[in-house]
């Protein structure tokens, strides 16, 4: 299965949550702000979130800035 | 003579401030300098920006280095509209440290001048969606009285241009904001030295907003503690009503009684 998580192709094997996908690519979950097809999920609604074939997700957090 | 009770103190939202120094955390060399220097400057209100995470590396969350009690202030860098800074005020909301957004809409990479229209639209939004908005602007008069109207929490004009260290080229436009705006104005962008700060806190802004000349300072820290000075220097000046300057000289001894005649 194809997504693509902050604008990179990723091929997943099996079926995950969004709190998988967090956990595998962001040592820091508690920092993780998502984005699934330009839609937030809340923190308390990534288990509960399936993610499927060709979706976009977007994992952002907070940085130094002026 | 208390001196802390000549002063109101700042109100913005429904935050009362007793420092008047607001710093950004932009090109700090590493996160424990930012640390140090947050201590150093006595602030209440840091700005730090919202990014992708990088997968292929791992990076220390700025927020582990930022006190649970200093207010988010999260600007909206990298959106070049209105749509673009609200999603990003939206997003930055989710992560559960507060509402204070600092609109930031910029479409000239040279300049990196505010876009007043887009950041008036912005603002319209996010405050009726209970976001309290501080946005950054070029400081316009029309401007600044239609993000009055758009519910902002204060005007946040610029004193150069972003990260140039040239100080208060504004000046007089910032004069006019600071005489016919009812919000606090908070005097962000440009400022290179503490002298520049004292200055905008003597012609009566109500806070100064500093991160280059800070953070690209041999010892941000010591700057800091400067800065933090010269923003309370500036304040008493601004308080005690300053004489007007004189084109010709005036004594400051008695012109009478000399030993000689």
Redesign the interface.
Known sequence: MKIT????EKELTDQVSLQEIIRQ????PK???A?VNGS?V??INWQETDIQEGDIV????????? | MNINKQDTPLKIGDRVLTSRFFL?????KNKEE?RETIQASGTEIV???????D?ER?E????EYIPEDII?L??T?GARNAQEAIRIA???R??G?GNWVKIEVINDSKYLLPDNTETIKATEILSKEGFIVMPYMHPDLYAARALVDAGASCVMPLGSL??SNQGLKAKEFIKILIKEIDLPVVVD?GIGAPSQAAEAMEMGADAV?V??AI?TADQPALVAHAFSLAVKAGRLAYLSNLPTEKESAEASSPLTGFLYK
Do not use: C, D, M, P
């Not at chain 2, 950004?24 to 700090?28: A, E, L, P, R």
């Not at chain 2, 700005?47 to 995470?53: E, Y």
């Not at chain 2, 220390?60 to 927020?63: A, C, M, P, S």
């Open positions: 998580i902050n604008g990179q690519f962001y040592q820091n920092h993780a702000i984005e937030i809340k923190s977007e994992l952002v957090s907070f940085v130094g800035g002026g | 950004g955390t932009g090109k700090f930012l700005t730090v920006a919202l990014r992708r995470i997968l791992h220390e969350n700025i927020l988010l999260t600007n860098s939206r997003l930055a989710e992560a440290h972003i990260g962008a907003l991160n280059t953070a």
